[in-house]
């Protein structure tokens, strides 16, 4: 379902309420949560705000939908992001788990991803999605060598690596069965390109032109995207 805010600030503030309500929710039945971040330009605000939220941070693992294949500090890691604006305060206490150790070894980054996501003991609570202007969500880029694994019902593992045909880095990103196995979806984007993006992907059915129609167009995942001119 798609969210017209008015404001960004009603973004951010439904956003983070949704999320705190799914964490919340978690904690008190399992004990603890787990949350799979994006990264990319758009999220700042929003881990800001969300770091401030009433949150139990302690009891909640945190972790990334994708990452760049990138040393840990350079500008373009979705970790880095994280560990700026959103593993501050009492959100510093939270379990973070990142992607990428070793920019130099791909395989070896994949691997120790994948077991670190099977080693959780629970399924993630909640994955917090952005979008590209081509339609790309999580690293599922259109026109990716790796995107009809990425794709497939039948890909056992967690993550994936893609190489984005147009965008920089190779990624390490999770596939559509691990992002549909979450307990919900929360789609944060913005601008007039990306509604028209979003209305496009809408439009069944989905085609791998567009990969965000996979998860625009199913039922299985509760998925709610937040839309703020
Ligand atoms: O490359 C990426 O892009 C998407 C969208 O980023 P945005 O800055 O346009 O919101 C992001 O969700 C993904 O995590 C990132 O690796």
């Not at 970790?79 to 920019?103: N, S």
């Not at 994955?127 to 339609?135: I, K």
Request: aromatic share 6%.
């Amino acid at each position: 379902m798609l969210h017209l805010c008015t404001t960004p600030q009603e973004q951010i503030d439904r956003l983070v309420r949704t999320l705190a309500d799914a964490l919340a929710q978690d904690i008190a039945q399992q004990g603890r949560a787990v949350l799979a971040v994006s990264g990319g330009r758009s999220p700042i605000a929003l881990f800001q705000a969300l770091a401030r939220a009433p949150i139990d941070w302690p009891r909640v693992t945190l972790t990334l939908v994708d990452e760049r294949l990138v040393p840990p500090d350079h500008a373009d890691s979705n970790a880095a992001l994280v560990r700026a604006h959103l593993l501050t305060g009492a959100a510093a206490q939270a379990q973070f788990l990142p992607l990428v150790d070793d920019a130099s070894d791909l395989a070896g980054c994949v691997d120790r991803a994948n077991a670190q996501f099977r080693a959780l003991a629970q399924p993630l609570t909640a994955a917090l999605l952005g979008m590209g202007d081509d339609g790309h969500t999580a690293s599922l880029f259109p026109g990716a060598a790796e995107l009809p694994l990425g794709l497939s019902p039948d890909y056992a593992l967690p993550y994936l690596a893609v190489t984005p045909p147009h965008a920089a880095h190779t990624r390490i990103s999770l596939s559509l069965a691990a992002l549909l196995g979450a307990g919900r979806l929360l789609l944060s984007i913005s601008g007039e390109t990306k509604r028209a993006v979003y209305a496009r992907a809408s439009e069944p059915p989905p085609t791998p032109h567009l990969p965000i129609g996979y998860l625009i167009q199913q039922s299985k995942t509760p998925f709610d995207a937040y839309w703020f001119a």
